[in-house]
């Protein structure tokens, strides 16, 4: 059996933590550097005690050299990091997966705009590759850098790509709406009085109303899928935070062209994703619940047209999982031709 | 001071015993009789510990006669218990607020459509005023039978008012979208596997998406707010759980007309409500938490144009507070011709 | 009706929040002064909007002059601001309620070993009363610098004082153990790693095991209740952490003598209590739930002899109300004549 | 390799659904049977959606020939269930392993006592090994019926098996208290009002406090342990209820012998586990989270001496897992001479 050697670097943080959980299983990887600016010699189980008995992996400063030796890096950094290092990984024939929004955006002035900074290695990125497993399947096969999607963009897309690849036009692209609710885990594992617990716990908000990161990065995602540009614009994004730890939810809306209204959708999205383990179209009348794909790699997406002209698209996913750490590991297993569930296989936490 | 003797039917629910926190404390009530088909001779602080020390109160069994000697009783009951006895007490000169649907519907189709029993008293629904206390303030002051607006619809129609109301037509009525969140205690005090906690606590669902009993009672509403028929037959509306207790919050989208582009629609709102004490319309940017209004009778309102042509209200209320039993003292307030925040001037509690 | 000014320095916190919550209804109160370091001419009510509609209050720097013209300044500080103020504050006449510990604790060697720096005032100190209401009302009334009680202890001291204040021998002082759980709001409002949300929801933790600073608060108090020295010192007091906001429950073991087997407890428990309204000595066979305070300043007991040789002490409060704020407020009403339950009406918040 | 069939009685509880995350996964089983009285001909992926794409398996009727095809039957049922069908499973060479009460006490007086019931089969009991895996290992091996422990019993005997184990008598056996603190699904999945979330969440209680049908099997348990009897009769134990879904913590408290005081009781845990896999000493100064067992078959052990002559014992596992289905799979994988660890490696869910 193949077995690479994969470094990680920022593993103090949950995507950090969640790709050791995946990775410490996964059959055909060894865990080889694990490097945090602030925690270098300490024993990574002593920050997560749940990988006691599962690893002696001590956190080390960032080195190159370690980082090149490896056959893959996965960034669990904040915005910024990877595309300091990418070019150099590169050139040492080692991947890059980057977690975080370098590689997310060919759009630079996009870019720029919304994570305040100029991009680092503007020729990598355009060799890079969205890491939309799904949909981008044959160029992540081919990829030395991967931008993993932002967990919000990855359920809008999956949500949105069996109407927006047909032929036919289904959808009018300007009337998206996306209700997004996520758990409070998508926001990071850091010191901040606004996710302390006694500020979220029985509790429920709107944020980034005015605008959000992900905004930009699901209308170049959308133009990418259909093809069509300038048409998602004003296309609405309303995140919200959800008194839960994991767990992501969207709620699509979407008018209806009369050939969409014509259109068996069901069947279309059962069909466009027959061939996928990890995207579930449930049954007519289910409502996906975020518990069911709790720690699990899927996204189940269910369909209702409550009103001849409109569809309502539900798709939830675990936002640490699919949104992340988990589609990371997917891509991983497209770029070295391992089983595409290798260490993916795990059944949702429920209850 | 005048002080009103008061009944209530159906104590054992979760609007049940908030009635008793609030009219326990209010300067101008003295509850007489508490009914349940269950509990008659327990002590009420026996079910509900939080009023040991309040109250020294049993439960009874339903006496039509000795509801007749109050001057207001109030239905916490399942939909159909109101109406059973609504014209036998105004006959008798006892008020009436019912806090289930009995009175919401004129519309006596869809009642029946969605409540799945024949309206018992179409006269006394006539003659009956929908308690939505700032938009019939007058007719609530003159009413003897008082429909008490479901938690959802009290929301849209708060929300959606001004700019309804408006001689000018500022939005597209077909376009309203409402993505709503609600507490679980929105379900009610009841044994249900639905309902238990380890099903709820850390998980997000979408429900009734298919269709809910609230959507008619908007229906109906907006109609009367806008003096417009027949075109919101086809908004839609889409409520989902939260793992929390209390709280509901109604994320609106709707299209703006070209008079609704130009308008200063956060002006419009401040004006509209400038002298309400109930309702809040929050600085331009803010985001209404559903904490900032846990156990208190307000509901507070954020507007946003993130993109030209489209408005987002924001809605939060407690409902079990302003979406239930705060807005039935309320109207018992406007009917009796107490102060209108007698027994409610509570303040959140925060965290 | 007498109305007093009041100042509260350091408004930012939990405890200050609820302090404002309950000042601002207070008949007999002006809240005339409120302080912050950081968010001096911030609006109150832009930090917390449930105050919104309640206040124009403006956070302001520490005057000293501002605060020498209330009647009473109550001090929402980090330990040791209050000590060097208080000197001061008294020589004008205005009365001091610490919520944090500089007058906890008379043993100075304690509050220093314990809190990490020498005591300002041990002179003012000396003339402090412990400001634990039901057990020390005389001195409050008389008091002009009031320690405000732990939250743990004061669920220690009210659930053992009967015993311990009884002529006979009842209990084994040295035999008590003391296993607590409070909500996460007793650990403060601060951006902490520890207390975000994905940390502590859906979780259960002891912490400070190995030592608490409330554990020579309890020892020095259960002398002064018993009038024993040295019996004490080796109880065992064990802090848990609960995934909730508020509330906290103290499960406290005691061996009994034999006299203590041969009495009645509860009709001794429920004597003792009998003249106090906010502590509530519930029926045999009950268990006081934390909600069934939440958000009221009382305090529920349950007496259990599981075996005939241990007695079993459940004690329920809200840690932010009559473990702080709450009890803040009874003693101010105590130091200045109001009735002792004005301003602390409120029925808890169930559910 | 080795695949042994499978039934499960009574797949609809939480135990149930448990069993199947872990055995769906287990490479050496392919569940064969799954049996419910109420949901026969229903797809279980209907009922639990986190198993879509996992299983096609439907519920059945429990068919006695059904179950004797399987190698192994898990009774995830009420008390009672077990014992009615153990004896012919037995005498058709299928092993029965019990998650319920009926083969966990040998004292038949105390069975009938606390379960209100007469045992069904009191030689098959006789026969039947307490499948505590650590503590009976070689017993398991040879057994046909397993009575698996109750998930607060577990935690008892491994938190105080080092210790009631040793050669010298370290600890006072009649001073055991136990305060131990369950999350809500230890209930079960059962429509009840006192489950349901608005009666959970944000709230902390303790229950049974007179009485629990878990302590005579801890006191059966300690004496089969530690060899001595009688000792143990007037332990106290008190179960509390943690608004969290699964996570077990007991606190443990026992007075030391001077040879206790004496010894280095780290080391001796250390030592006595030392070859565990799945139960984990923490390093002195440890604490440890329910969080970090989360979905996993773990428990996790600190010690603390806060005072010279008492010990106490922090043990945490989830319920769920090492405390019900986790603990049956390793006594399975016991019972066919498979890898203990078989199925039951997955790391915890953290955050």
């Known amino acids: 059996m193949i077995v690479i050697s994969v470094g ?98 060919q759009n630079l002035d996009q870019f720029e705009k919304w994570y305040g900074m100029q991009h680092a290695c503007p020729d990598v990125l355009k060799d890079s590759v969205y890491g939309l497993s799904e949909l981008n399947r044959d160029k992540i096969k081919q990829a030395n850098v991967i931008g993993n999607p932002g967990c919000y963009p990855t359920t809008v897309q999956l949500g949105l790509a069996p109407v927006l690849k047909s032929a036919e036009a289904l959808v009018k692209p300007e ?84 050939a969409g209204q014509a259109a068996d959708l069901q069947a279309l999205y059962e069909q466009f994703y027959v061939n996928e383990q990890f995207v579930d179209v449930m049954p007519a009348g289910s409502s996906p619940e975020t518990r069911s794909v709790r720690g699990a790699n899927e996204l189940r997406i269910a369909l209702y047209k409550p009103q001849p002209t409109k569809l309502v698209i539900l798709v939830a996913q675990d936002n640490l999982v699919k949104g992340a750490a988990g589609q990371a590991v997917q891509n991983m297993n497209l770029m070295f031709g391992f089983a595409e569930n290798a260490g993916l296989q795990n059944i949702a936490l429920l209850p």
Do not use: W
């Open 8 to 105: 990680i670097v920022g593993g103090t943080g949950y995507t950090g933590v969640e790709l050791l959980r995946l990775l410490l299983r996964h059959p055909n990887v060894e865990v080889k550097a694990l490097t945090s600016r602030t925690e270098a010699g300490r024993r990574v189980d002593d920050m997560f005690p749940s990988l006691r008995g599962h690893t002696d992996l001590q956190f080390s400063d960032l080195s190159i050299d370690l980082l090149k030796s490896c056959d893959v890096v996965f960034f669990a950094t904040p915005h910024g990091v990877a595309m300091k290092h990418a070019e150099e990984l590169v050139a040492a024939n080692t991947k890059v997966i980057d977690l975080a929004a370098d590689f997310r955006l």
């Open 175 to 258: 009337s998206i709406i996306i209700d997004a609710k996520s758990g409070v885990s998508g926001a990071g594992r850091k010191a901040s009085l606004g996710m302390i617990y006694s500020e979220n716990a029985d509790n429920f908000k709107a944020y980034g109303v005015a605008g959000h990161r992900h905004h930009p990065e699901i209308v170049e995602a959308l133009e990418n899928i259909s093809g069509q540009k300038g048409v998602f614009d004003h296309i609405l994004f309303v995140p919200h935070l959800v008194p839960m730890i994991r767990g992501m939810l969207s709620t699509i809306y979407v008018d209806l062209t009369e």
